[in-house]
Nanobody, 115 residues
Framework: QEQLMESGGGLVQPGGSLRLSCAASVSIFSFLAVDWNRQVPGKERELVASIAPSGISNYLNSVKGRFTISRDNGKKSVYLQMNSLKPEDTAVYFC?????????WGQGTQVTVSS
């Protein structure tokens, strides 16, 4: 059964860095686009970054230049390097991929940016 598992969240001071990881138990992982999303209570989930099978990436405007998404197909993993973190980056971050018409989500990892 396909599963996604995030890790790497935590509490960090403004200006700090965190690296999120998403491990996928998906046999066709290397053929799939994967994305990171985040959600704050009371707000809709928003797409933060995505990476295609080719490695081409796209970012939410507010994180461009600060966040970097990458993937390791051999490890079936996707990463989100987050630098220069701001309080407004505080959210639960979710890994997501789509197989056909079915969405797969991880359980989420909390990122809190606060002094």
């Amino acid at each position: 059964q396909e599963q996604l598992m995030e890790s790497g969240g935590g509490l960090v001071q403004p200006g700090g860095s965190l690296r999120l990881s998403c491990a996928a138990s998906v046999s066709i992982f290397s053929f799939l686009a994967v994305d990171w999303n985040r959600q704050v209570p009371g707000k809709e989930r928003e797409l933060v970054a995505s990476i295609a099978p080719s490695g081409i990436s796209n970012y939410l405007n507010s994180v461009k230049g600060r966040f970097t998404i990458s993937r390791d197909n051999g490890k079936k993993s996707v990463y989100l390097q987050m630098n220069s973190l701001k309080p407004e980056d505080t959210a639960v971050y979710f890994c997501h991929l789509l197989i056909g018409t079915k969405d797969y989500w991880g359980q989420g990892t909390q990122v809190t940016v606060s002094s």
